[in-house]
């Protein structure tokens, strides 16, 4: 039974022959696949799509080395080669077993993941506090490989947002603020960003909702990347927009090759989402309420 001074709500389906489950508020709706190893596919806020099962979220690691297309290929998600060796949910601090069609509810969420990308071992942890209102994403991560030989990357966020969101503003170092409109042109070019940022608001005007997303310090994003982007539509690929045929892919590839890590080596990033509902002449202040009760 779900008790009456719950927050969230945890059910568990079948569904495409395999197994998910969702976490859900009064306003927020998260959901996890196990076919893409335990990653989010869909978050919507009030029954609109924040980010959509078009394409992948979370972490994926990219090697120079193998037999994929091109001579590389990518590791995690719905691209493959990610070994799970734990995943746990906890509920207000006490696990939870997955069964196919349990519901447990609480105050407080935790999902929890121990995996494999490569040359990198994973722990994603993903809460949703007693606010009910936001959700955070951790990820971290211990050198277990050599990143010199074949680690080209870490994306160590990928967020698929709905095309609905056309307006964007970020924060940059000492409270620089830089804005603009995502293009909507389908030709997957960068549209936006290009810099280390501490926060970024995103708008849809037709729905009028828009989603924070807040990083706890300004991390050092990795430098331009050509391998697969078109030349000249970006200087700096650390924080990025890429402008998609069926949504707006956000993007977060940190410095770490650059870094010097060795074997044992562990970094982590954070980042906080915050849905929120906006008319057109106030999404800017509203979406700075970053710390929502």
């Known amino acids: 039974p779900i008790a009456e001074d719950s927050i969230w709500t945890i059910k568990m389906f079948q569904k495409e022959e395999g197994n998910w489950f969702s976490v859900e ?4 709706y998260v959901d996890f696949m196990e076919e893409w190893a335990w990653t989010i596919r869909n978050i919507r806020y009030m029954g609109d799509e924040i980010v959509g099962e078009s394409g992948a979220h979370g972490s994926v690691v990219r090697m120079d080395t193998g037999s994929g297309r091109k001579d590389y290929y990518y590791i995690g998600t719905s691209h493959g080669h990610e070994t799970v060796k734990n995943f746990s949910i906890y509920v207000d601090g006490k696990e939870q077993q997955y069964d196919s069609e349990a519901i447990y509810s609480g105050k407080k969420v935790i999902i929890r993941k121990e995996s494999n990308l490569g040359p990198l071992d994973h722990r994603m942890e993903i809460t949703f506090p007693v606010s009910g209102n936001y959700i955070i994403e951790n990820h971290s991560y211990k050198v277990v490989g050599d990143l010199t030989k074949g680690f080209s990357f870490l994306f160590a966020f990928m967020h698929v947002l709905n095309k609905e ?3 964007w503003l970020a924060e940059q170092d ?4 830089i804005e603009g409109k995502i293009p909507n042109k389908y030709d997957g070019r960068i549209a936006a960003l290009e810099s280390d940022i501490r926060m970024l608001i995103l708008y849809g005007q037709s ?11 300004i991390y050092k ?7 697969e982007m078109k030349l000249g539509t970006t200087t700096h690929f650390g924080n990025s927009i890429v402008d998609r045929k069926n949504d707006n892919k956000l993007y977060f590839r940190p410095e770490v090759k650059d870094m010097g890590y060795k074997v044992g080596d562990t970094f982590e990033y954070s980042i906080k989402v915050i849905p929120f509902l906006a008319e057109p002449d106030e999404w800017k ?7 929502a009760k």
């Open 25 to 28: 508020s009064k306003t927020i």
């Open 165 to 167: 969101f056309d307006l």
């Open 285 to 291: 202040v509203k979406g700075k309420i970053f710390n």
């Open 221 to 227: 994003g990795a430098a331009k990347i050509s391998a």
């Open 174 to 177: 000492a409270g620089k603020v």
């Open 207 to 217: 729905i009028k909702k828009g989603v924070t997303f807040v990083y706890p310090e």
